[in-house]
């Protein structure tokens, strides 16, 4: 069974037993997750589109881990300016293994 679920503004397929990276959430590792914002569900005997969601739809996962993406750099220059900025970015995120999909 396959579903699209959304967290953090950001939308992301997935199936039983997948292993995906999501932007951070507040859990500890080990710790059980449940997705409720389902977009879509689709499997061998069912297909359920949501309008924007679909209700009484979840998709339960396990925290395996967090950590940050590694260093992106952010330069704005201005020619014949005299104006350069230099800043990083390193995005926070969240490791999860889907456990279930229910409709």
Do not use: W
């Not at 951070?24 to 499997?43: M, N, Q, R, T």
């Not at 679909?54 to 201005?78: L, M, N, Q, W």
């Amino acid at each position: 069974m396959r579903a699209i679920i959304e967290t953090g503004g950001l939308q992301f397929p997935v199936e039983n037993q997948s292993v995906i990276k999501v932007p951070k959430l507040k859990a500890e590792v080990g710790g059980k997750v449940d997705f409720d914002k389902v977009l879509l569900i689709s499997g061998v005997e069912q297909f359920s589109l949501g309008n924007p969601y679909i209700a009484g739809a979840k998709v339960s996962a396990e925290v395996v881990g967090h950590g940050r993406d590694p260093k992106v750099i952010v330069f704005k220059f201005k020619k014949r300016r005299k104006y350069r900025r230099t800043h990083g970015h390193r995005q926070a995120f969240t490791t999860v293994k889907i456990l279930g999909i229910s409709a």
